[in-house]
């Protein structure tokens, strides 16, 4: 398993942005599915992007298509979430995850997927 450290969390106004970046650590990350979920206060955690780090092909939740965007930086090691048109429903800690899979035929969305996680950043949307 990787280290994950996040950062870039803050206080922003409705229809603001924001971009979250997650550092991982190890030489490599191929193979590795980088995800973000977040959870509210109350709430379960659930998934909002992963990016496979070979190719760096990308899927996300029906609800932030259009307003998020995941990518990588290889020579950084760094995965890297954009988030704009924010509303306050997104207000949330956000977690990066990390885990290796074995196939390359499915994007890794279950929180029970990932074995190393960051140790989140709050992201609070303001109205």
């Known amino acids: 398993q990787v280290q994950l450290v996040e950062s870039g969390g803050g206080l922003v106004q409705a229809g603001g942005s924001l971009r979250l970046s997650c550092a991982a650590s190890?030489?490599?990350?191929?193979?590795?599915?980088i995800a973000w979920f977040r959870q509210a206060p109350g709430k379960e955690r659930e998934f909002v992007s992963v990016i496979k780090w070979s190719g760096g092909t990308t899927y996300s939740a029906y609800f932030v298509k259009g307003r998020f965007t995941i990518s990588r930086d290889n020579a950084k090691n760094t995965v890297y979430l954009q988030m704009n048109s924010l509303k306050p429903e997104d207000t949330a800690v956000y977690y990066c995850a990390a885990d290796w899979k074995s196939s390359d035929a499915y994007y890794a969305t279950r929180e029970e997927e990932y074995k190393s996680w960051g140790q989140g950043t709050q992201v609070t949307v303001s109205s």
């Open positions: 190890g030489l490599t990350l191929s193979g590795y599915h």
